[in-house]
């Protein structure tokens, strides 16, 4: 059996790129990263919701958004893992999930004033700094994944209009490449 020892300057490389393997992240990581937090705080929220606005006269209103919005953003947390999936798809759903935040925002803000100016018909429990905070937080978190989607779609789209070979970005593919090439 004969074996074969890779150059010099071809183990320095197949080195120094599975030497960085943890180091870099691919966007797929990073786009399920964020949604995933989007499901912390939508989830979070929830929980804030049942405690601290249960009478309020439009609590009944707020139970179905919050569930919106979070059924949304599990979706979006799935879609995120797909490698299938489409990156319009979760934009569109990210676009979505962002105008129902804003008007979950607005809702609050009215059941706070209400409460406020009508304190024997609704009340609410304890302070709600966190959840502004949160509510904050949320928007921010959609907001962000949604410049890595729009990101990631205009690099797509830059490397399909210029016919461009799909670079290879995943360091164990390159790793692996490099080998194949050497074995010949």
């Not at 779609?153 to 050497?182: E, G, K, M, Y």
Request: glycine share 2%; net charge negative.
């Amino acid at each position: 059996m004969k074996t074969r020892s890779l150059p010099i300057p071809a183990a320095a490389a197949v080195a120094l790129l599975t030497s960085t393997l943890g180091a870099t992240a691919s966007p797929g990581q990073s786009l399920s990263a964020h949604a995933h937090r989007i499901v912390e705080i939508a989830d979070d929220l929830a929980h804030e919701f049942r405690l601290r606005y249960r009478h309020t006269r439009g609590y009944r209103h707020l139970v179905p958004d919050i569930s919106e919005i979070q059924d949304r953003a599990h979706h979006i947390d799935r879609l995120s893992h797909d490698c299938r999936a489409s990156l319009h798809h979760i934009q569109v759903d990210l676009r979505e999930l962002d105008n129902l935040t804003h008007h979950l925002h607005e809702v609050v803000e009215e059941l706070e004033h209400h409460a406020r100016h009508h304190p024997g018909h609704s009340h609410i429990h304890g302070p709600t700094c966190h959840v502004h905070r949160s509510l904050d937080a949320l928007k921010d978190s959609i907001h962000a994944m949604e410049l890595l989607v729009e990101d990631l779609r205009a690099s797509h789209h830059h490397r399909q209009d210029h016919h461009h070979r799909p670079v290879a970005s995943d360091p164990i593919r390159i790793v692996a490449t490099l080998l194949w090439a050497l074995a010949d």
